[in-house]
């Protein structure tokens, strides 16, 4: 006779057609299996003998499995799961992660802000209202929340909801922060938790950071706390604003970055809203010239060996070490099954909570003008939200709805491929959601991705 159980990171779950998966809450990953695969798994309960006659050849296949990846372990009869690891089926749609913006509130001065943080434009919730949305992630069984701002560590209570999240086994993957409120003290409090989550800070160009920051000594802050993170064991990552002011300073960046060990680097222009807005275009990259910055750049990535993992918006991707590369807006194969695809298979993995509790498909979009009436986690569930509200229509897009409303997309050759583009992209070019995202369409019509291969092959 023998008994397993799961060991105790994985937690049995389902969703509303997503009925069978395996989920770890140390990571916050799903993995979601057939029935007679979740059967198996369920059957390592500490209860029912898995020598004997009720399992199948295929039940001990899978058991098998999971001892070779070490999911289980031999116990005493009944010395079964505990309560959080039984079968839960979740009265909601499916999300993986949840990016929360847990203040509105920021300690730079940030010209190119989006969501006007400086003015605290969208305010902060309550330490009540933020327990409240983290037992509503949890109720939709969502493993892995990222935090951001605004800046998240202005708040006095961050290691309040650091600990909240934690007691439900929510996985903190991400901390998103300018750097300059990083200390040893705060990455201890989190190691004593035994919680490592990457940490993606902003950097702005090689001698240009405090211009864009509004702060004087904001570069050297980001840089000690990307050197204190690393020195403690925290993976970095790097996301950057490019403009008319930084976009020389490429190569330099990549050098620091390598210099520094962080993991990766992504790269976008500064967005055409908030607090950019006062800058009157003046800085605003055309299209031509961010394709151009980036071209003449990959040359330089490759010869350092392509020395971390990044990411150029739509343009470019690729990983550490690899000669290999993605063009992240060819996001289809081509093929006609791809009309049943989501518009944006980020939104509608990663929820985006704002810091005034709105739901939104993603963070780019704070300040700009969507379609519907979104709702806020103040005032409706994320399970209900996650069932039948505004917010669920417009994750759940197909890009076979999108073509019907969009002409111009529907006309176009390359729209099996490149799927409409980007809708935060669409909404600053046109204006219109549905709209045509110019950035994805000039990297197609003029054949970028052919130009690519011939200087990174």
């Known amino acids: ?17 997503l009925p069978y998966a395996l989920q770890d809450t140390r990571s916050g990953l799903v993995s979601f299996l057939d029935e007679k695969a979740f059967q198996a798994v369920s059957f390592c309960n500490g209860i029912l003998d898995v020598d004997g006659p009720l399992l199948l050849p295929a039940h001990r296949e899978v058991i098998k499995k999971l001892k070779e990846n070490s999911v289980i372990e031999e116990c005493a009869e009944r010395d079964g799961l505990q309560p959080y690891q039984e079968y839960r089926l979740i009265p909601c749609r499916f999300m993986m992660r949840a990016h929360w913006s847990i ?9 190119h802000c989006y969501m006007s943080a400086p003015q605290a434009k969208y305010g902060e919730l309550s330490h009540q209202q933020c327990l409240d949305i983290i037992r509503q992630i949890s ?35 991400q901390i998103y922060t300018n750097g300059v409120l990083v200390n040893q003290t705060l990455l201890d409090e989190l190691k004593n938790r035994s919680c490592l989550p990457e940490f993606s800070l902003s950097f702005d160009g090689v001698g240009c950071h405090d211009w864009l920051r509004g702060v004087e000594g904001a570069e050297k802050k980001a840089v000690e706390a990307i050197k204190m993170l690393r020195t403690n064991g925290f993976p970095v990552s790097i996301e950057s604003a490019l403009h008319k002011g930084n976009v020389h300073t490429m190569e330099a960046m990549l050098n620091l970055f390598r210099e520094l060990g962080v993991a990766k680097w992504k790269t976008s222009p500064a967005s055409d809203a908030g607090n950019w807005l006062n800058e009157g275009g003046r800085y605003n990259l055309t299209v031509e010239e961010l394709y151009r910055t980036y071209l003449d750049f990959l040359p330089a990535y490759k010869a350092a060996g392509a020395p971390l993992n990044i990411m150029l918006g739509g343009f470019f991707s690729c990983q550490k070490g690899s000669d290999k590369y993605h063009i992240p807006c060819k996001k289809f194969d081509g093929s006609d099954r791809m009309l049943r695809q989501t518009i944006c298979g980020s939104a509608r993995n990663t929820m985006y909570i704002a810091a005034d509790g709105k739901l939104l498909p993603c963070i780019p979009l704070t300040g700009l003008s969507v379609p519907a009436d979104l709702p806020s986690v103040t005032e409706m569930d994320i399970c209900r939200a996650l069932s039948d509200s505004n917010y669920l229509k417009l994750i759940d897009m197909r890009l076979e709805d999108l073509l019907k409303a969009n002409a111009q997309c529907h006309a176009c050759e390359h729209r099996l491929y490149c799927g409409g583009g980007c809708r935060a992209g669409a909404l600053l070019c046109s204006g219109e959601y549905l709209g045509r995202d110019d950035y994805t369409c000039y990297f197609f019509r003029n054949k970028f991705e052919e130009k690519i291969k011939a200087v990174y092959s």
């Open 139 to 173: 109720e939709a069984g969502i493993g892995q929340v990222s935090l951001t701002g605004g800046e998240p560590l202005v708040r006095s209570d961050f290691l309040e909801i650091v600990d909240a999240l934690l007691s439900l086994k929510i996985s903190i993957v």
């Open 1 to 17: 006779m023998s008994y397993y159980r799961l060991k105790e990171r994985y937690v049995l779950r389902g969703w509303e057609r």
């Open 103 to 111: 203040t509105g509130k920021c300690n730079l001065r940030c010209r």
